[in-house]
């Protein structure tokens, strides 16, 4: 599949929070268009909050922009053939999953996902809190595809069924599909949908891609001040970025990725990975940056 180079006219990445709360410290939005400027980031009033980031998505984002989420749009599925294996009421495909997740938060504030995870039929696959680890949950946690390539890749993922511990990404996962459910026949979700020929699209993006991208070796990805960020975003051709109010591994990430991904969008191979078949496309979805 060839892809244009002006393909997209705007590159964005949000670093994503499945924390409780109406405001998200951990929501971090940055953009770029072609060229060489650094990024910046896009500020919310009063902070960003997960219905804000719909909202901006939905309604607000440049045209033509390839925007990336940095969290799993969906659950491990293709190991066992179903999302919860031996539950009746399993979703048959990802979309089905974000359903399934916005109908249960329904009454969960701020586009949480508590009630998911304490749902009595799905518990027993989560490991939670307080040294819950459901009966059907095993060693790390299973994974998708795209995250055992990722483990070929050097890099390390973890199992959305976790949802303990600073590395877990359950939680991001989850709020994120509620979001991603809002936005169905708005704003296309690759691979879910087909990369359209034109207008905005979504990609799942793992921050740690673009920081190997940049040079960063691996147990030094976070970068907490200006210097570092600096010297990675060079290394993608990137201008010196527009000094920050606070240096964080959000705000850093986001204004990394988003340059990665200006840099990438064009490469086919990315948009066609070998492994990456209709059933999982349809299922588990892919990590862009994932060969």
């Known amino acids: 599949m060839a892809i244009a180079p002006d393909r997209f006219s705007h590159f964005a990445a949000i670093d994503w929070s499945g924390a409780v709360g109406a405001r998200q410290p951990g929501i971090a939005v940055a953009i770029c268009t072609h060229g060489a400027e650094a990024p910046t980031l896009v500020a919310a009033e009063g902070g960003w909050s997960r219905a804000a980031a719909l909202d901006w998505l939905a309604s607000t984002m440049p045209p033509d922009t390839l925007v990336g989420l940095d969290l799993g749009p969906s659950l491990p599925f293709v190991d066992r053939g179903a999302f919860f294996p031996g539950w009746s009421d399993s979703p048959a495909d990802a979309r089905a999953l974000w359903r399934l997740v916005d109908a249960i938060?329904?009454?969960?504030?701020?586009?949480?996902?508590?009630?998911?995870?304490?749902?009595?039929?799905?518990?027993?696959?989560?490991?939670?809190?307080?040294?819950?680890?459901?009966?059907?949950?095993?060693?790390?946690?299973?994974?998708?595809?795209?995250?055992?390539?990722?483990?070929?890749?050097?890099?390390?993922?973890?199992?959305?069924?976790?949802?303990?511990?600073?590395?877990?990404?359950?939680?991001?996962?989850?709020?994120?599909?509620?979001?991603?459910?809002?936005?169905?026949?708005?704003?296309?979700?690759?691979?879910?949908?087909?990369?359209?020929?034109?207008?905005?699209?979504?990609?799942?993006?793992?921050?740690?891609?673009?920081?190997?991208?940049?040079?960063?070796?691996?147990?030094?990805?976070?970068?907490?001040?200006?210097?570092?960020?600096?010297?990675?975003?060079?290394?993608?051709?990137?201008?010196?970025?527009?000094?920050?109010?606070?240096?964080?591994d959000h705000a850093t990430d986001a204004i990394l990725t988003a340059a990665w991904l200006r840099t990438t969008a064009h490469r086919a191979d990315l948009w066609a990975p070998p492994a990456l078949t209709p059933h999982i496309a349809q299922t588990e979805g892919w990590t862009f940056g994932v060969s």
Not at 127 to 151: D, I, M, N, S
Not at 202 to 220: C, D, P, Q, S
């Open 105 to 248: 938060c329904a009454d969960d504030p701020h586009l949480g996902a508590s009630s998911f995870v304490d749902h009595d039929a799905i518990a027993p696959h989560l490991r939670r809190h307080g040294g819950r680890k459901g009966v059907f949950f095993e060693g790390r946690g299973r994974l998708r595809v795209t995250e055992e390539a990722q483990g070929l890749q050097g890099l390390n993922p973890t199992s959305a069924l976790n949802l303990v511990g600073a590395a877990q990404v359950g939680k991001s996962s989850l709020t994120g599909m509620r979001v991603l459910h809002r936005l169905a026949g708005r704003l296309p979700v690759w691979p879910f949908d087909p990369l359209p020929a034109s207008g905005s699209a979504i990609v799942e993006i793992y921050t740690t891609i673009a920081a190997r991208a940049a040079g960063i070796r691996k147990g030094l990805s976070k970068m907490r001040d200006a210097e570092s960020l600096d010297r990675a975003l060079a290394a993608l051709g990137s201008a010196p970025h527009r000094p920050l109010a606070r240096y964080d």
